[in-house]
Each structure stands twice: as C-alpha cells, then as structure tokens.
C-alpha cells in the first residue's frame, strides 16, 4: 500500500508568518483547488499559507470513522509575493483573481490567532461575517496573546477570531478555566 504524502499548510514550513509582512495576498481559487494551487505555489518556491483542519468524521451504519482534512477558509489560499513577481502565477489554471491586502499587520496578527487555534487542535466553526461580542484578549492556555469576542453557542463560550480579509469568524471553544481579559 502506498502512503499518502503528507500536505504542507505552510511554505517554508517553520517561518513565522510576520517575515513575509508585506508581501501578504490572498489568492481567490476556483472551488476545490485550494490544495493543487499550494503545490503549484510549493513547486515554484512561493511562500504560502493554507489553514488546514482536521476532524474525525463518522460514516456507516457501525460507527466507522476517519480523519479528513480540509481547508478552514474555503476557495482561499494566503501567499507572500513581490507584486512585480505575480506573473509567475499566471499559467495556473486554477485561480480568479488575486486579493491585495491593505492592512498588512490586521491580516498577520489574525492569520496568526487562527494557526494558534489549529496547533492547539481545537474544534473550529468558521461561520459568515464578523462575530458581534465582547472583544477579549486571552492571557493563559495556547491561545494566549491572541485576540477576539466572546460569544455564547448552546450555553457555551467560544472565543470568535475574525479574519477580515474573508469576512469570516473563526470559533473556538474556551476552557472555562481560560483567563480572559476585556479590551
């Protein structure tokens, strides 16, 4: 049996997103390619950034599970690149447009809150729009120095970290042990 290789969600995979800051775009694809566009970006030496989750998801009639992995912001990709280096883009197939970042810093601090959230292996909803709340920075726990809204879902807290540029909200269920402090 063949193994699967093993997907990078980040190009080079332990560069700090804050060495790319200005050079953050966001690349809109056609549905589903978000993955075959990071290769393309991964065999081109393009540095990238492709939020990727995984869950257990439970199918048939006898309890059967596996992990799936899929992209947290769906037909989006982040890439680090100089705008006179964009042509290099161009023979792909799969894009349709190319997002500018204006605010660079907003965008960096936001994307790091969310790989936070993954690398902690949280549960995450993403849900539409910007999450009205109480704005909150974290102090304890593996979010901590991240920054985002506290909303109430079935009784329970969860930390809401938006992300702008997608006009999304990432939701991540807080400990109840979890310090917080109002911004």
């Known amino acids: 049996m063949t193994e699967k290789k ?3 969600s980040r190009y080079p995979e332990d560069r700090p997103l804050e060495d790319d800051f200005g050079l953050w775009w966001v690349l ?3 549905p589903n390619c978000e993955k075959q566009v990071a290769e393309y970006l991964l065999n081109r030496k393009i540095s990238y950034y492709l939020p990727i989750v995984r869950e257990r998801v439970r199918y048939g009639n006898l309890g059967r599970s596996r992990i799936q992995e899929h992209c947290l912001f769906r037909g989006y990709i982040c890439m ?3 705008k006179t280096e964009h042509r290099r883009l161009y023979d792909t197939k799969k894009l349709v447009r190319i997002i500018n970042v ?3 810093e907003l965008f960096v601090r936001e994307l790091d809150a969310v790989c936070k959230a993954i ?3 949280e549960q995450l909803l993403v849900r539409p729009g910007v999450a009205p709340g109480k704005r909150v920075i974290i102090l304890s726990g593996p979010l901590a120095g991240s920054e985002g809204t506290v909303v109430r879902l079935k009784k329970e807290k969860h930390l809401g970290l938006a992300v702008h540029m997608f006009n999304q909200t990432v939701l991540v269920k807080l400990d109840p042990y979890t310090k917080v402090e109002p911004l």
Do not use: I, P, R, V
């Open 119 to 121: 690398e902690a292996e």
């Open 80 to 82: 680090a690149l100089e």
């Open 102 to 104: 204006d605010n660079q």
């Open 6 to 8: 093993a997907f990078l």
């Open 28 to 30: 809109h694809t056609k």
